[in-house]
């Protein structure tokens, strides 16, 4: 009597085998249903197992498997769900530890949480699934933002007024964004071209500096035309915006001036004499914590950027006139700034981890 076991035998019905036969030979079908329906037509065909395996380049494992398989659950046992291994070993509820804990203080000592922090604190999960759900979830544990909520109860409205202004400003009217740029340092770096062993050349600086002093830019910004008119001062008082506003008053004569302007106490004292003898200027105040939406700060960051990061002055005389030639060069092909977002809304922080 033989000890080796018999292969399961497969008999098909007329559909069974049409169906069959045509996911053995469909190029749509997906790689393993077509390997899976090819070893159940062989096994059905009376071939043994051993046998399938080597006709269709499979172990005799897999061809066994999807043989019984199919005797015993038909076109179903073809379904792979729940064939991917053990249970996974953290489950939501780890997730929620980890989110808490994100709550609470690092450990004596430490500033902030880290992986292995994290991993050690919990004491049965991983590392490496404690990083893995950070990166799932976009938490960056060494990355630090800062933020001010605007906490003013008007802000709807006065949000309201300045985005009114930037998409349909008044006819006949000029629109001007205004806002200081103080303490602009005149910083003296060594600057040059740093030639590497292996060829290249770098341009860079030196990491020390010596200060000469520092200005504070005045700015303008003509919405319709996207010109600039700036001028600088030694300080930031109200005597200063004045002279400036009175400037800027006086290139528009005859004409109805809006002006977006910030909080600071300079631009809005309690009784404003400056504006009750100019009736023609009217000001337009951003909410509270919410300079941003002053345009004249996009412009800032323009002349942060292209002007000021990396440059070397030896005297305050050479800051202004550096500035002053970026200006000149900027109004030779300035262009107005496109707002195009008509609803402004205050961003709901998260207050917690856990609220994920």
């Not at 085998?17 to 009376?46: F, N, P, Y």
Request: glycine residues 6%; contains cysteine; hydrophobic residues 40%.
């Amino acid at each position: 009597m033989s000890s080796q076991l018999k292969a399961t035998p497969i008999e098909l019905t007329d559909e069974e085998r049409t169906e069959l036969e045509g996911l053995a030979r469909s190029t749509r079908t997906e790689h393993r249903t077509r390997l899976k329906a090819q070893i159940v037509l062989m096994a059905a065909e009376g071939a043994a197992t051993r046998a399938i395996g080597r006709a269709l380049g499979c172990t005799t494992g897999t061809a066994s498997k999807w043989r019984v398989r199919y005797a015993e659950h038909r076109l179903a046992g073809f379904s792979e769900v729940g064939e991917r291994g053990a249970a996974p070993k953290y489950d939501e509820e780890t997730d929620r530890r980890i989110l808490a804990l994100l709550n609470r203080k690092p450990p004596e000592g430490y500033a902030n949480w880290t992986g292995p922090l994290v991993a050690k604190a919990l004491g049965d999960v991983n590392v490496q699934y404690v990083w893995r759900f950070l990166r799932t979830h976009k938490i960056d544990l060494s990355g630090r933002k800062s933020w001010c909520v605007s906490s003013d109860p008007e802000f709807t409205a006065k949000a309201a007024e300045i985005v009114g202004l930037y998409m349909a400003p008044p006819e006949n009217a000029i629109v001007l964004a205004v806002d200081e740029k103080p303490s602009i340092q005149a910083l003296e770096r060594s600057q040059g071209y740093l030639k590497l062993p292996n060829g290249r050349a770098l341009i860079g600086q030196s990491h020390d500096y010596k200060r000469h002093g520092t200005t504070t830019l005045f700015a303008a910004l003509d919405l319709e035309s996207g010109k600039v008119v700036g001028k600088h001062y030694k300080r930031r008082r109200r005597v200063e915006f004045l002279d400036f506003m009175n400037k800027v008053v006086a290139a528009y004569p005859d004409k109805e001036i809006h002006v977006i302007l910030d909080n600071l106490s300079t631009h809005k004292p309690r009784r404003d004499m400056w504006l009750k003898r100019h009736k023609n200027v009217h000001f337009h105040f951003t909410p509270t914590h919410a300079s941003w939406l002053n345009q004249v700060e996009i412009w800032f960051s323009i002349l942060s950027g292209k002007s000021l990061n990396g440059a070397s002055f030896q005297s305050v005389p050479e800051l202004i006139a550096h500035i002053e030639a970026f200006i000149a060069s900027y109004n030779e092909t300035a262009r107005p700034f496109v707002w195009t977002k008509s609803e402004v809304h205050r961003k709901r922080l998260k207050p917690c981890f856990a609220e994920q």
